[in-house]
């Protein structure tokens, strides 16, 4: 079956630092590759996706690109903010029975940014 | 536009109640998928609803169930609860649940199970 491999955390930054947050995947035929962040409190949003080999997911200063031959998908920043502090998920969906709305997730990371 | 909403925000029942929880969808969406997520199990797909029709589940047991009205607000029933079902529930919309449609989650609800 599926499954999403991620570093375990936390991960404790300053701000202004560069993180990557690793991940990894197992899966038949051709996910697509998510990232999803939580903060406290409240539910998950989409940070970025990519849906081919190749790809690369981008948005607020995130960045991931999806590495078939290495079945990876790590979520790296340039520099990080305190606002960035948050649980990160990498998550896989590969459109089986009919529908794309089946996550697999990773355990998520928790990266911590401090002043 | 309005997000995903679920109410209530937190529930407390005892072992043996059973509980329904409300999931209403992002206007215009029209699926509905149910996550359960634990510090144990992290979190896991239970089912999701189109069009008022169950289109993929999860292995949980039958006590969990779920269903989607016409107007595509969705609820989800535990039966017999048990101390693990404690969690937090996340509903997530999407237009059509296909892969150019994304996840939109709602806050959740928690339950707590005495």
């Known amino acids: 079956g599926n499954s999403v491999t991620q570093m375990e955390g936390p991960v404790t930054l300053s701000e202004e630092a560069f993180l990557t947050i690793n991940c990894t995947y197992t899966a038949t035929g051709y996910p697509s590759l998510f990232w999803y962040v939580q903060y406290p409190g409240e539910g998950l949003q989409l940070l970025l996706k990519a849906t081919k080999a190749d790809d690369k997911g981008s948005n607020k200063g995130f960045e991931a690109t999806y590495r078939k031959e290495t079945t990876s998908f790590h979520l790296e920043k340039g520099s990080v903010q305190v606002s960035d502090s948050a649980v990160y998920f990498c998550a896989l969906s590969d459109f089986t029975g009919g529908t794309a709305s089946k996550l697999t997730f990773g355990t998520g990371t928790r990266l911590q940014v401090t002043l | 536009k309005a997000g995903v909403t679920q109410t209530p925000r937190y529930l407390i029942k005892t072992r043996g109640q059973q509980v329904t929880l409300s999931c209403s969808p992002i206007?215009?969406?029209?699926?509905v998928s149910w996550y359960q997520q634990t510090p144990g199990q992290g979190l896991q797909f239970l089912f999701e609803y189109f069009s008022e029709t169950q289109r993929n589940k999860g292995n949980f047991p039958g006590r969990f169930s779920g269903r989607q009205f016409s107007n595509s607000r969705s609820e989800m029933n535990v039966s017999t609860l048990e101390l693990g079902d404690s969690a937090l529930y996340l509903c997530?919309?999407?237009?059509?649940?296909?892969?150019?449609?994304?996840?939109?989650f709602g806050n959740g609800t928690r339950l707590t199970v005495t």
């Open positions: 997530a919309s999407s237009l059509d649940g296909l892969l150019s449609s994304p996840l939109h």
């Open positions: 206007s215009g969406h029209r699926s």
